[in-house]
């Protein structure tokens, strides 16, 4: 047998060994040895408890309670058949502490006893019961929000999945424990109450036995049992009060990672002053003319004395700690960082005010972070690009209520807000004014107000969109996100989608990367892909679309054009969703005169047309989206397959949200009005 198998067969036998003595009769002496041991293993249970620093350590407490309530059982049992069977002889310990509590005064010792049992059942026994049954409901209760805080710290990048598995697993045990604890503290209750119609069945049947059997007197009958009752109340009832301690104990700890005793201490000490003055109150009380003023003024010297030497030593430790923090920082502040660290540029660094701390701590009831996990998730599913975590960081730089985006080092969006305000953006319904303090809108510039959130319901009724400080922070980190997508998708980003692809579809992705393409080629179309706002999702469509035309160009702008056709459907649907494009098209001799300007050199394609042509051209082509956008249309810029790159590139400096589409990337069902020509 191996040595991890003994605990196992140990434990098995201890069981069989309980029924035995149930079943058994036992010589007094071999009860004196359970007696005792059953006294040791209760001292252990209680010692444990004092000494662990989370609940969690003494995971086995349910069950080992289980065992060491039917273990005493067990002995009652046997211990009662003894009382009946010799004549109240059941060994010397059962005589011996029935000695101790009767004494001399059997009517003492029977209320000495009585009080021992009330102690138990209605105090300690119950109050543990009621404790274990609301911890278990209230662990319960919070597990959703503890494992929402996990999701968050994981999506936002404070804790990695491994450390996220470990504390999901965590929690799950502890909603075990306390459980069980529940549970096992049924058996507590049970137990007290066993001993109690015990107690009564040893006197009452032990009487019986005296005087009828017997035909000895009954006062020497009552004598003899109740001392050999009492004495085996006692035996069993010490060790169920150890062990009821244990429990009480161990369901009300709310430790922080010490032990009972280090941690009473420390809290308890940690106010000096309490103590000093508990002691003078009670030199005060102890003027009070019969009470016993030896004994109070010796206490409260005690008290006096533990206070300024409390005092003393938490003045030299934070002393201590002072002089510890200003070496640290000297060390930080001389301490250079190695070349890599100084390299290290986080691609989305979110840093803010002072002021915006509580929307981003949880303690204060900020859910920012949860807002920028859902953010992305959101481009996840939206745009189908892997979103890397926003790291978030605070600084005193910033005014109090503001904040800086920025991607890969560099600032790229700045905001502020008024953290007890909502931001009140006027709709096209909005009927009449309100106060506040102007802003804007830090998506589209619009003219916003800060309103007191109590003015909530009354600009919603005046047609404003009240918005939320977190809302407005998450939608701008959004639009963000959506608008610089292109310059986050990295190689390793890259890899990692084609490996999930792999999963699918393997024979596509062996014949086309790195068969014909690239990791990096790969990358340049979708990145050109995402620069307009077209979703990657469809990773299929896109590498059989690239496999298809690999042979025939390695352009990955002419081969971006061939992906956008495949993925017409989508385009329509996603910049043309009522399925009515308000287009604005080119002159057939603009196009012509785009597409014969058009050169293609080592670098991709390019315009080769003078820059007044050019200027002209945009110029004429801002004039008809203008007149679009003042009728309330959105307009779409429709050109053919040849030239749409090349209007593309000028209209970016027009709008970068101005959609340019190509007569092949428009689905058969949707209808085209014509809203202008742009004409040279």
Not at 127 to 132: I, L, S
Not at 146 to 153: C, F, L, P, S, W
Not at 573 to 580: A, N, Q, T
Request: one cysteine or more; aromatic letters at 6%.
């Amino acid at each position: 047998m191996s040595r991890a198998g003994v605990p196992n067969v140990t434990v098995a036998a201890a069981i069989l060994a309980m029924v035995f003595i149930i079943i058994f009769p036992l010589p007094a002496v071999v009860m004196d040895t359970l007696l005792i041991i059953n006294i040791s293993i209760s001292i252990i249970i209680l010692l444990f408890s004092l000494y662990i620093k989370e609940p969690l350590e003494f995971s086995v407490f349910p069950t080992l309670l289980l065992f060491v309530t039917l273990f005493r059982l067990a002995l009652n049992l046997s211990t009662t058949r003894l009382i009946l069977l010799n004549g109240g002889d059941a060994g010397n310990v059962i005589k011996t502490f029935g000695g101790i509590v009767i004494g001399r005064n059997l009517v003492v010792g029977i209320i000495i006893f009585a009080i021992i049992m009330v102690i138990q059942f209605m105090v300690i026994t119950k109050g543990a019961e009621r404790v274990a049954e609301v911890t278990a409901r209230f662990t319960l209760d919070e597990m959703p929000g503890k494992q929402m805080a996990i999701d968050a710290d994981l999506g936002s990048g404070i804790i990695d999945e491994n450390e996220a598995r470990e504390r999901r697993q965590e929690i799950s045990h502890e909603a075990d424990f306390h459980g069980a604890m529940d549970g096992a503290s049924k058996f507590v209750k049970g137990d007290a109450i066993a001993g109690i119609i015990i107690t009564l069945i040893n006197i009452i049947g032990g009487l019986i036995i005296g005087v009828v059997t017997m035909n000895r007197p009954a006062g020497e009958v009552a004598r003899v049992y109740i001392l050999a009752t009492i004495g085996d109340g006692i035996v069993s009832q010490i060790p169920a009060l150890m062990v009821s301690m244990a429990s009480g104990i161990i369901v009300t700890r709310s430790g922080r990672g010490l032990a009972f005793g280090e941690e009473a201490s420390s809290q308890i000490f940690a106010q000096p002053s309490a103590l000093i003055l508990a002691g003078v109150l009670l030199i005060a009380v102890s003027l009070i003319p019969g009470l016993p003023k030896l004994p109070m003024f010796a206490v409260a010297a005690v008290l006096i004395a533990g206070g300024a030497a409390s005092r003393s030593r938490r003045l030299r430790t934070e002393a201590e700690a002072e002089r510890a923090d200003a070496e640290r920082d000297e060390k930080a502040r001389r301490k250079a960082k190695s070349p890599f660290e100084q390299l290290d540029v986080p691609p989305i660094v979110f840093t803010f005010g002072y002021s915006l701390i509580p929307l981003v701590q949880a303690s204060q009831g900020g859910n920012l972070i949860d807002r920028f996990y859902m953010v992305r998730n959101q481009c996840a599913f939206d745009l189908g690009i892997i979103i890397p975590q926003v790291r978030l960081l605070d600084s005193v730089r910033l005014a109090p209520n503001e904040y800086v985006i920025q991607l890969k080092g560099v600032e790229v969006a700045s905001g502020k807000i008024m953290v007890d305000h909502l931001l009140a953006i006027a709709t096209d319904g909005a009927d009449d004014e309100i106060f506040g303090i102007p802003a804007t809108e830090p998506i589209f510039g619009l003219p916003a107000l800060w309103i007191p959130k109590s003015e909530r319901e009354r600009a919603e009724l005046l047609g404003y969109s009240a918005v939320d400080p977190p809302s407005v922070i998450a939608s701008h980190m959004t639009a963000v996100l959506r608008r610089h997508a292109h310059e986050l998708l990295s190689r390793q980003d890259v890899s990692q989608l084609i490996d999930n692809l792999k999963r699918s579809q393997p024979a596509l992705v062996e014949e086309v990367v790195p068969k014909l393409f690239s990791l990096g080629e790969v990358q340049r179309v979708l990145s050109n892909l995402l620069r307009e706002d077209v979703p990657i999702r469809d990773m299929t469509t896109i590498i059989e679309t690239l496999g298809d035309y690999g042979g025939a160009t390695r352009d990955t702008e002419l081969l971006t054009e061939y992906v956008r056709a495949a993925l017409k459907r989508m385009i329509s649907k996603r910049f043309i969703p009522d399925g009515e494009a308000h287009a604005v098209t080119l002159d057939p001799q603009l196009e012509q005169l785009l597409a014969e300007s058009t050169k293609q050199s080592e670098q991709g394609a390019y315009l080769a047309l003078e820059p007044g042509t050019i200027r002209t051209v945009f110029e004429r082509v801002k004039a008809c989206v203008d007149t679009v956008k003042e009728r309330g249309r959105t307009p779409v810029i429709l050109v053919s397959p040849l030239v749409r790159r090349q209007v593309r590139k000028i209209t970016e400096q027009i709008s970068p949200d101005l959609n340019v589409l190509s007569y092949g990337e428009l689905d058969s069902g949707t209808e085209v009005r014509s809203e202008g020509v742009v004409k040279l």
